[in-house]
């Protein structure tokens, strides 16, 4: 039950902290930029893997969890618990930012600046790239070690300083089902789901196929 909890407050600190900056930029004539929204979510994804990783492994994202669970390495049982967590913790944020901030109609939600398209194979991109950064770190299911929070929180405030005008460069789908969900805009919510567990997926072969050739080369 601690291990859902801490998911729960988790992924509340990261949809929080990192749609709160989006919000923040747009309701004070840009005060939090680009880059600092970009920071913010690098930072908060960090910390949260330095506080929680040795504990309930960090995922904050469902997609992630998903992953771990088709790689074989996070009970299946436990998987529908830890995705009703995070949405919970995600669902928590946006409730409390839209009390905050009730004039503002998106709450930081994800939304295409292109075509559908061109969103779905970004995310489908940077959540690949996402999920085989946190499997370099992982011990098991767990984001966990010295430079873990480091290298995924980099991963994560790099894709989103790329891709956010793009995308909003989600990579994990309770961030936007969130704030998608709350503000009342769902017209692409489905685009956020689908491409970022399927990238996070795909990652497990990718980083499977590196691993047996890097043992058979030694």
Not at 62 to 66: D, E, G, L, R, T
Not at 119 to 125: G, I, P, R, T
Not at 193 to 199: K, N, P, S
Not at 215 to 218: A, E, Q
């Given at each position: 039950?601690r291990?859902?909890l ?6 509340f600190?990261?949809?929080l902290f990192?749609?709160?900056a989006i919000i923040?930029?747009q309701?004070f ?6 880059t ?13 893997i ?11 994202n ?5 992953a ?7 009970s299946?049982k ?6 009703i967590?995070?949405l ?5 944020a946006?409730v409390?930012?839209?009390?905050l ?10 939304m295409?600046?292109g075509?559908?398209?061109q ?7 940077l959540?690949?790239?996402l ?5 370099l770190f992982a011990?098991?299911?767990?984001e966990?070690g010295r430079?873990a929070?480091?290298?995924i929180?980099?991963?994560?405030g790099?894709e989103a300083?790329?891709a956010?005008?793009v ?11 969130a704030?998608?969900i709350v503000s ?8 956020y ?7 996070a997926?795909l ?9 047996i050739?890097s043992?058979?080369?030694?």
């Open positions: 039950m291990n859902y801490y998911e729960t407050i988790g992924t600190a990261l949809v990192g749609t709160g923040a930029g309701q004539d840009g005060v939090v930029t680009h600092g929204v970009s920071i913010t979510w690098g930072v908060i994804v960090a910390v949260m330095y506080i929680f990783g040795s504990k309930s492994g960090a995922h904050i469902p997609a992630v969890s998903i771990f669970t088709v790689a074989g390495h996070f299946i436990k998987l529908p618990a830890y995705i967590s995070q919970t913790g995600a669902l928590l946006s409390l930012l839209k009390l901030f009730p004039a503002n109609q998106l709450l930081g939600a994800t295409p600046s075509t559908e398209i969103s779905f194979l970004f995310e489908l991109l959540t690949f790239l999920m085989f950064a946190v499997l011990h098991g299911s767990k966990t430079f929070g480091l290298g929180g980099t991963v994560v790099l300083f790329f956010g005008p995308c909003g460069a989600s990579m994990n789908p309770a961030r936007s089902i704030p998608a009342g805009h769902t017209e692409h919510l489905w685009i789901v689908v491409a970022t567990i399927a990238g997926c990652a497990i072969p990718a980083f499977n196929l590196i691993r050739r043992v058979k080369s030694i």
